[in-house]
C-alpha cells in the first residue's frame, strides 16, 4: 500500500518484527522531515534521480548523492533527504526495534 506524504510517497515492500524493507520516491525540490530513530539501524540505496543526503548535524554533514550510491543511519543519528529538479527513488532497509514511537522529528 502506498502512503503519500507531503514530499512524496513510500511503499512498504516487507515488513518483519525486526525488518522493513520499504520503496521510498522524493517528489522535485522537496525533503523529508530532519530526525532520528531510536533503536533501529537504516540503510538506504538510491535508485534513481540525485540529491542530497544530512546525516548528523545539518550544517556540517551534508553530501550530494546519486543513483547507486548507500548510506547507513545509525541508531539515534539525524537524517534527511533532499532533492533539486528530479525524483528520487531509495530502497530503505530498517533494522531494529521497529516501533512507530521510537521516531523523533525535529523538522518539517
Same mark, same amino acid.
Given at each position: 500500500?502506498?502512503?503519500?506524504?507531503?514530499?512524496?510517497? %513510500?511503499?512498504?515492500?516487507?515488513?518483519?518484527? +525486526?525488518?522493513?524493507?520499504?520503496?521510498? *520516491?522524493? $517528489?522535485?525540490?522537496? *525533503?523529508?522531515?530532519? +530526525? %532520528?530513530?531510536?533503536?533501529?539501524? +537504516? %540503510?538506504?540505496?538510491?535508485?534513481?534521480?540525485?540529491?542530497?543526503? *544530512?546525516?548528523?548535524?545539518? /550544517?556540517?554533514?551534508?553530501?550530494?548523492?546519486?543513483?547507486?550510491?548507500?548510506?547507513?543511519?545509525? /541508531?539515534?543519528?539525524?537524517?534527511?533527504?533532499?532533492?533539486?529538479?528530479?525524483?528520487?527513488?531509495?530502497?530503505?532497509?530498517?533494522?531494529? $526495534?521497529?516501533?512507530?514511537? $521510537?521516531?523523533?522529528?525535529?523538522?518539517?
Amino acid at each position: 500500500m502506498r502512503i503519500e506524504r507531503q514530499w512524496g510517497w %513510500y511503499e512498504t515492500l516487507l515488513e518483519e518484527p +525486526k525488518l522493513v524493507i520499504r520503496r521510498i *520516491c522524493l $517528489n522535485p525540490e522537496s *525533503c523529508t522531515p530532519l +530526525k %532520528y530513530e531510536t533503536h533501529v539501524t +537504516k %540503510y538506504w540505496t538510491l535508485i534513481e534521480g540525485s540529491g542530497s543526503v *544530512c546525516l548528523g548535524k545539518p /550544517d556540517k554533514s551534508t553530501w550530494r548523492t546519486a543513483a547507486g550510491s548507500t548510506w547507513k543511519v545509525h /541508531d539515534k543519528m539525524m537524517h534527511q533527504l533532499a532533492t533539486e529538479k528530479e525524483a528520487l527513488l531509495i530502497i530503505e532497509v530498517i533494522c531494529g $526495534n521497529i516501533a512507530e514511537n $521510537n521516531t523523533v522529528v525535529l523538522e518539517v
